[in-house]
C-alpha cells in the first residue's frame, strides 16, 4: 500500500476506527497523490514569477490559450476562467458555497461536524465515488423497493454489492417497520449501506416529520448494536417540497455527527436544484460521530474521495463550476429557486386535483402517495404498466415509464399545467381499451 495512503488511514483510526473499517479495499487504498505533478505545479504557480513550464496547458499573454470559434460561445468569460482544470476536489470558492447552501437549507447542520462538499461530475458519479469508497463486493447495500434503477447497476452490476430491499410503503404513508426489520437483521460487527433518496424517485414521496425521525433512529439505533452503518442520503430533488407536513431538512440532518459507527454522506448536486441537468456538477459531504469540524478524519475522506476523481475523471469542468458558484451568489439566488419549485407545486397539485376530480380512474389505476421532486407513480389495477405504456406511446404519443409490471411513473416535472389533465384522461382511455 503506498505510504500517503496508509497515512490518511491512520488518521482516520486516530480519530474513528469504525471508519476505517467501513472502507472498501479500494477506499483504503486510494489517496490523493500530494506529491509528484500536482504538488509541483502547485508549488509552482505559487513561486514561479519568471516562467511557469509545470502545467499541461497551454497559455498565451497571460490566458489560456484558446481558439476564437470556441470562445465566440461563451460571451462574458475570459479564457483561464472557462476553460483551464479544477482541482480535483472542485474549486475551493463553489465547496464553501454549496456548503453555506447546505447550512442555510439544513440550519440543524451547523450543530453537528461535516467534511466540506468535494465536487463530483453529478451526482451520479458521488453515488459511484460512495460505491467505490466504502462497498466490496458481497456487501449488503439496502434499498427501498421504489428505488432508481441507477442504484443497481452501480452497486450490483459493477461492485458486486448483495443488494437487499425493504417495503417503501405502507397503506397512506412510508413502512418504516419493514426498514426497522431490515436493519434488525444485520448483526453486530457487520457492515450496511443503506441509501435513503427523498424526495423519491419514482414516487415522489418525501417522509413527515415522524416518519424521517423513525428512520433516522432505526439507523442509530442499529449503529448502537454495534453494526457498522454508512447512511448514503440522495438528494437529487432536494427543496421540491409541495405539502405542509413533510421533512424540509434533509434526512442528512438527523444522521449527521450523531454516532462513532453511522457515517452519514450527503450525495447532492446542482443537477436539479440549480436545474442545469448536463452541467455534470455534484458533491459529496461527510459526517459522523466523535469527529470535529476540521478533523484529520474528514480531511482524509476528502483526499480519498480526490484520489477516486484524479484517478478516474480528474477533474469535473471548471466552467460547469465557476457558473454554479456565480448562480449560488446571485443576490436572489433563493428566490429564483422558490419561484421554480413554486411552479413545480403547481404541477404536482394540478395532478392531485385531476385524480381527486376523477374518482372513476381508480378502477384502472390509483396514485401512490406523493408530495415532492419531479414525479408521481400510478399503482395500475387492470394489465400491466408495460402494456399500458406500449398502448399510450403507440397510439396517443405519450411517454411514460413502466418502473415495474405495477407501477407507471408520470414526470408531472415536464408537463405544463394545461396538459396535465388530458394525460391523465388519455391514460384512462388507453386502460380503457387494453381491457375492451
Ligand atoms: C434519485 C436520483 N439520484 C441521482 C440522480 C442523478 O443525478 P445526476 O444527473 O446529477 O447524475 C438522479 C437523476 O435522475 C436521480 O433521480
Same mark, same amino acid.
Given at each position: ?118 465536487? =463530483?461530475?453529478?451526482? #451520479?458519479?458521488?453515488?459511484? @465515488? &460512495?460505491?467505490? /469508497?466504502?462497498?466490496? *463486493?458481497?456487501?449488503? +447495500? ?63 414521496? =418525501?417522509?413527515?416529520? #415522524?416518519?424521517?425521525?423513525? @428512520? &433516522?433512529?432505526? /439507523?442509530?439505533?442499529? *449503529?448502537?448494536?454495534? +453494526? ?72 482524509? @475522506? ?135
Amino acid at each position: 500500500m503506498n505510504q500517503l495512503a496508509i497515512e490518511l488511514n491512520e488518521k482516520i483510526a486516530q480519530v474513528n476506527p469504525h471508519v476505517l473499517e467501513m472502507l472498501s479495499a479500494l477506499g483504503r487504498r486510494i489517496y490523493f497523490p500530494v506529491k509528484g505533478i500536482l504538488s509541483q505545479s502547485a508549488e509552482a504557480k505559487k513561486l514561479a514569477k519568471r516562467y511557469n513550464a509545470s502545467i499541461g496547458t497551454a497559455m498565451e499573454l497571460g490566458q489560456a490559450m484558446a481558439l476564437d470559434s470556441v470562445m465566440d460561445s461563451l460571451p462574458g468569460w475570459n479564457p483561464s476562467d472557462a476553460l483551464l482544470y479544477a482541482p480535483s476536489p472542485g474549486i475551493p470558492e463553489l465547496r464553501s458555497a454549496w456548503q453555506e447552501k447546505n447550512l442555510h437549507d439544513n440550519p440543524t447542520l451547523q450543530s453537528y461536524s461535516g467534511s466540506l462538499p468535494v465536487v =463530483t461530475n453529478g451526482l #451520479s458519479n458521488a453515488i459511484s @465515488l &460512495a460505491a467505490d /469508497l466504502f462497498v466490496d *463486493a458481497n456487501d449488503t +447495500v439496502l434499498l427501498p423497493d421504489m428505488n432508481w434503477d441507477n442504484y443497481h447497476l452501480n452497486f450490483q452490476d459493477r461492485i458486486g454489492a448483495k443488494l437487499q430491499f425493504w417495503k417503501f410503503f405502507r397503506t397512506g404513508g412510508l413502512d418504516c417497520a419493514s426498514f426497522r426489520e431490515a436493519l434488525a437483521a444485520q448483526v453486530p460487527g457487520s457492515k450496511i449501506l443503506c441509501l435513503l433518496n427523498f424526495p423519491n424517485n419514482p414516487s415522489g414521496y =418525501t417522509p413527515t416529520e #415522524s416518519e424521517g425521525q423513525e @428512520l &433516522a433512529d432505526a /439507523l442509530l439505533a442499529t *449503529a448502537a448494536r454495534g +453494526v457498522n452503518v454508512i447512511a448514503l442520503v440522495d438528494d437529487a430533488y432536494y427543496g421540491l417540497f409541495f405539502e405542509e407536513n413533510i421533512m424540509r431538512e434533509s434526512l442528512y440532518s438527523k444522521l449527521a455527527g450523531r454516532h462513532p459507527r453511522l457515517l452519514a454522506i450527503k450525495a447532492d448536486a446542482a443537477t436539479k436544484e440549480l436545474y442545469v441537468w448536463g452541467l455534470r456538477i455534484g458533491f459529496l459531504t461527510f459526517s459522523v460521530g466523535g469527529a470535529e469540524n476540521n478533523s484529520p478524519l474528514y480531511a482524509a @475522506l476528502e483526499a480519498k474521495t480526490a484520489g477516486l476523481i484524479r484517478s478516474t475523471i480528474s477533474n469535473s469542468s471548471q466552467l460547469s463550476q465557476k457558473i454554479a458558484l456565480r448562480a449560488l451568489r446571485a443576490s436572489d439566488f433563493y428566490e429564483q429557486r422558490a419561484a421554480k419549485a413554486e411552479l413545480m407545486g403547481k404541477r404536482a397539485r394540478a395532478v392531485r386535483q385531476t385524480l381527486d376530480s376523477h374518482p372513476e380512474y381508480a378502477e384502472y389505476f390509483v396514485p401512490y402517495p406523493f408530495n415532492s421532486g419531479y414525479f408521481m407513480c400510478l399503482q395500475i389495477k387492470k394489465g400491466d404498466a408495460e402494456t399500458l405504456r406500449q398502448k399510450l406511446l403507440q397510439k396517443f404519443g405519450v411517454g411514460t415509464i413502466a418502473i415495474t409490471s405495477t407501477n407507471l411513473r408520470i414526470a408531472f416535472s415536464c408537463l405544463e399545467v394545461n396538459e396535465i389533465p388530458d394525460l391523465f384522461q388519455l391514460i384512462y382511455q388507453a386502460a380503457q381499451e387494453i381491457e375492451a
